[in-house]
C-alpha cells in the first residue's frame, strides 16, 4: 500500500538556491557529459519529496554507475514524473498560470527535437516570463526571470506530492 505525502516545496526551493551556483559533492556532475539540468532539478525534487523509485523504470541515484535515465535527463524525467504511479514524485504538466514555487519548467529550444533543458521555480513575482524566477544547472542560474531564456516552447511540471510503501 502506498502513502502519499505532501511535496515540500520551500526544501526543493532552498536546495535550489543553495546548489544552484556550484555542485553538492554526493552526487556526479554531467556538466561535461551533456548537461547537468535534470540531475540538479532531480536532487531539489528529492529534497522536497523524499522517496526514490529504485524500480527499473524508476527515478533514482546511488552512484554514477548506478542512477536510473530518469535522474538524469530531461524526457525521461518528464515521462517518469508524469506517468509514475508507485514510490516517488509524481506531477501533471501545467501552465505558468497555475505554477507554484518548486515546480519545473522544461525548455525546448529552436533547432532541437526535443526538450533539452529544465529550470526550478524559486519565486514568483508575476505569472509571466518576466515574473517566474528560476534556478537551473549546467549553464549555472540563480533567480533569473524565465524570460532570461530563449526558447521556443516551454512546460510547467506541477509537482502534486510523493508516495511511499507503508
Known sequence: MLKISKYNRQNA????????????PKY?????????CANYISQCILAGAPQMNTSQNGWFYFSPAN???SWANV??????????????FFASKSTLEACEIGDIIQLKFKNK???????????INTRTPNGIIVCANTNDTLNKPLSHYLYA???VLHILGYRTQI
Not at 524526457?75 to 516517488?88: D, M, R, S
Open 113 to 123: 527535437p526535443n526538450f533539452s533543458h529544465s529550470l526550478i521555480i524559486t519565486k
Open 75 to 88: 524526457e525521461p524525467f518528464f515521462n517518469f514524473a508524469t506517468t509514475n504511479l508507485g514510490e516517488g
Open 28 to 36: 556526479h556532475d554531467y556538466s561535461n557529459e551533456g548537461g547537468n
Open 13 to 24: 526551493v532552498n536546495y535550489a538556491l543553495e546548489y544552484a551556483l556550484k555542485r553538492n
Open 67 to 69: 542512477t536510473s535515465i
Open 153 to 155: 516552447q516551454m512546460r
